[in-house]
């Protein structure tokens, strides 16, 4: 894992290194990695490093931003100026050629506040255009898709904040078949502004952009930077967005899910290596914290929630009477989810079915943790927790709309509780 943003910015503001070191370190890791697990689209050292020394001028004259200097990558479907962003026509090709004018909304953002775009990252592990991306951790093993070359250079450590997007879980599976921390915000919390290929709420209604990084502190500043309203995406709500250090996580009210046989986290354990699977290890770092288990479970939406998504995948071949159908039975389906949620503070479950498995593009049945929260619209963060078969896991924490700073809080709880357990003999 590379340095925090955090330790970045306050590096570069006393003077122990420059933005320029920083941004030339980062290129030349880039190139290294690109051999090795590829996940880079396109990279640009004079524009990056140009806007570097611009970063250390401000630096000295004690202008310094947020994230001053800070590396990012950013998918290959978020639009940053004058560079090649080709965006998806398909799952494997796009659009060769293409330099957007403008920056998407995030982006232009995340520079604003100080940020240094270095690579354009690739999108989907197996790309017509920029060929395969490896899993960093095992590159034998799948990464995960379709965030996928944010997620694989953060994971390597190349750079610590990187910007993906989530339909069904693409933010979501790559963090956690890399070993890193991923957000889906509240659906409307971040404009679309600049995704390409273009959506938005009256198009889609479960697209999001959202950050990947090394630890969940970075998505907590990273989310602070992006959101908001931006006079251009009419589908974002200018709601405040929360503070998870105001969060107190004492009482709140914890959920699992129910699936046949047994309810996800009740007492679970790895056979392989007898220690908590993901969700009971983030459960019980919650419960230290003062959380409260609901005993009473929430029904398994997985297969109503992949139903209900491939009718949408197939829209393009449906009636109108067909299409007003699938609309209709998704607000049904999300306000049916939302009420039965509505007592709890916080969802935690799984967030894949499966560690990575041996290389290979993502499949349908990978997202199907994920699905049912696109669905609805809510915070979902993925972090690193506990084991599944043998290797490291990763839990899904969601909260209600708009709740993002809970999820946040109490994924922090949860990060701290694995790094702890990590360091025990």
């Not at 590159?139 to 965030?147: E, F, I, N």
Request: glycine share 10%.
């Amino acid at each position: 894992m590379s340095e925090s943003a955090f330790e970045l910015v306050r590096r570069h503001k006393s003077r122990e290194t420059t933005a320029t070191e920083t941004v030339r370190e980062t290129l030349d890791r880039l190139e290294e990695l690109y051999a090795r697990i590829g996940a880079v689209a396109a990279i640009d050292r004079e524009r990056s490093l140009v806007e570097a020394a611009q970063a250390d001028r401000r630096l000295r004259a004690g202008r310094g931003r947020i994230l001053e200097g800070v590396p990012v990558t950013v998918k290959d479907w978020i639009d940053v100026a004058g560079w090649p962003v080709t965006g998806a026509t398909s799952t494997l090709s796009g659009s060769p050629g293409r330099r957007p004018a403008a920056d998407a909304t995030a982006v232009a953002r995340l520079r604003a506040a100080g940020a240094i775009v270095v690579a354009i990252s690739a999108a989907m592990a197996d790309n017509r255009l920029y060929g395969v991306t490896r899993n960093p951790a095992a590159p034998d093993r799948a990464p995960g898709g379709s965030s996928t070359g944010t997620a694989a250079l953060v994971a390597a450590g190349a750079v610590p904040l990187g910007l993906g997007s989530d339909s069904g879980g693409s933010i979501r599976l790559p963090a956690a078949w890399c070993g890193i921390a991923g957000l889906k915000p509240t659906f409307g919390r971040v404009p679309l502004t600049g995704h390409f290929p273009r959506c938005g709420a009256l198009e889609d209604g479960r697209t999001v952009i959202g950050p990947l990084t090394g630890g969940v502190r970075d998505l907590i500043t990273a989310l602070a930077v992006i959101a908001g309203p931006d006079g251009l995406d009419a589908g974002v709500a200018p709601v405040p967005l929360g503070d998870p250090a105001a969060v107190n996580l004492r009482g709140l009210r914890v959920g699992t899910i129910a699936v046949p046989g047994r309810v996800v986290g009740e007492g679970a354990q790895d056979a392989l290596t007898a220690a908590p699977g993901p969700v009971a290890a983030a459960v019980g770092a919650l419960v230290e914290a003062g959380a409260v288990v609901v005993e009473e479970p929430v029904a398994d939406l997985r297969e109503e929630a992949l139903e209900l998504t491939r009718r949408h995948w197939g829209r393009a071949a449906l009636s109108g009477a067909e299409h007003v159908q699938v609309l209709w039975d998704w607000d049904r389906f999300r306000r049916r989810v939302l009420a039965a949620t509505a007592h709890l503070d916080l969802l935690v479950i799984p967030a894949a079915p499966t560690p990575p498995p041996p290389w290979r593009e993502s499949e349908e049945s990978d997202y199907i943790w994920t699905l049912p929260w696109s669905l609805t619209g809510a915070p979902a963060v993925v972090v690193p927790a506990g084991t599944q078969a043998g290797r490291a896991g990763a839990v899904q924490i969601v909260a209600r709309p708009w709740e993002d700073h809970v999820a946040l809080a109490a994924a922090l709880c949860v990060e701290a509780a694995t790094l702890a357990a990590s360091r025990k003999p």
